[in-house]
């Protein structure tokens, strides 16, 4: 090793421990100082809500591995599905500032950590969409934030994202319905729109799964519309209750 190359090393060493104190930048959870990439350090990552099994179709949590009892009896639309974490604290709360304190800076980092945690095969997904907003919520909220994190992982990816799949009219709120009242109450408002594919394989962009109606509804219109299969990715997929 030459004199140059030690004295760079050197130098990049001091900066990777003096940088973090320096710009203040401190793990998110812990508060400490933070020398991983991320706003949270890698030892607080390792202990973020997830499932050691999960349905292979629904993603749904489970005691062991393989199918719930559920898409056993009837598989949904979409043909597998991803949940990179389960919607739980600190999860719930970090997609809470995204959506209703309007913190858009927090889809960059939500979807920094669903990249850390991706579905298998992805190198054969075509294009990504997003679960599409009704007019109503986009003009209370004035942003979609699926979109957002699909255009993120997209652009980290380097996978298209395709807008305008599919159209959403305005609905009774999910969080007051139980699950049979969810179903009907999606499918009966998501619509589709004259973009029609190829026969791609494309991946669904969500930011939590509860009953997995609305990727049903939406995998409905998507394959209508010539996908040949559907996938689902989400932030957070929520337990069985």
């Not at 001091?14 to 991320?38: F, S, T």
């Not at 991706?118 to 934030?145: A, C, M, Y």
């Not at 139980?178 to 669904?204: A, C, D, Y």
Request: aromatic share 8%; glycine share 4%; proline share 5%.
């Amino acid at each position: 090793m030459d004199w140059s190359t030690w004295i760079d090393k050197k130098v990049y060493s001091r900066l990777k421990n003096v940088l973090p104190e320096l710009l203040n930048r401190h793990c998110e959870l812990c508060l400490e100082i933070n020398y991983d990439a991320g706003f949270i350090c890698s030892r607080c990552e390792d202990f973020l809500p997830q499932a050691s099994y999960r349905c292979k179709i629904c993603a749904i949590p489970l005691p062991v591995q393989g199918n719930c009892g559920q898409c056993l009896h009837k598989k949904p639309a979409f043909d597998y599905s991803h949940s990179s974490f389960s919607y739980a604290h600190p999860i719930d709360n970090w997609l809470q500032r995204l959506k209703t304190k309007r913190r858009t800076e927090w889809a960059h980092r939500l979807a920094s950590l669903m990249l850390n945690s991706q579905p298998e095969h992805l190198s054969h997904v075509d294009i990504f969409t997003f679960v599409p907003s009704s007019r109503w919520s986009l003009i209370k909220r004035g942003f979609n934030p699926a979109e957002l994190i699909a255009r993120e992982l997209g652009h980290a990816l380097k996978k298209p994202v395709v807008a305008d799949l599919a159209t959403r009219s305005h609905s009774r709120n999910q969080k007051e319905l139980n699950r049979h009242q969810r179903i009907n109450n999606v499918s009966e408002h998501f619509h589709p729109t004259r973009k029609k594919l190829k026969g791609e394989h494309v991946m669904l962009i969500d930011d939590v799964m509860t009953t997995g109606s609305t990727a049903h509804s939406m995998a409905l219109l998507l394959k209508q519309s010539g996908a040949s299969k559907v996938g689902i990715w989400c932030l957070a997929r929520t337990p069985k209750h």
